[in-house]
């Protein structure tokens, strides 16, 4: 297995006030490449796919250690690693937020919600155009014309 690069120990509270204590690593350029074309459009509602999301997760986690205080770090390689040692849905999103604010510097300030309020201001509306031609007609219709408001309503505020 590949060693961790530029190896980050961090500190994330759980829900119940617990800190737990992980190892974040840099992406190796391959991976990081993966994970930065895949990762936003895979985690979008209706867009992405589950299955894909779920195994872009897995691939960014296996650059993450857990770092028990009393034994050696454990890489979270698999589901089950990962299940036994990010104690709930919080730190785990912690988790992957912080290993892409480590891996990628497009982010910028703000961090990752900043960075999905600048693709959903940019790149979305074009990628919602490039999908519309693909759903029914009478749906396809209905949302051209909730795009056109939005986007009237949108240039009358500006």
Known sequence: M???????????????????????SRLPYPVGREVAATYPVSNMPKVGDYKASEAIMLKLMKYVAKQPEDSDMIRLTNMDLI????????????????MLAYN?????????????????????PSIIKMLIPLLPPSLAQDFADGLKSTTNATSKTS
């Open 83 to 98: 299940a036994n040692h990010v104690p709930d849905a919080t730190v785990g999103l912690k988790l992957e937020a912080q």
């Open 2 to 24: 590949n060693e961790l690069i530029k190896p980050k120990e961090i500190q994330i509270t759980d829900m119940d006030g617990g800190v737990h204590t992980f190892v974040i």
């Open 104 to 124: 990628f510097d497009f982010f910028g300030q703000g961090g990752l919600s900043a960075f999905l309020k600048r693709f959903s201001e940019t790149r979305l």
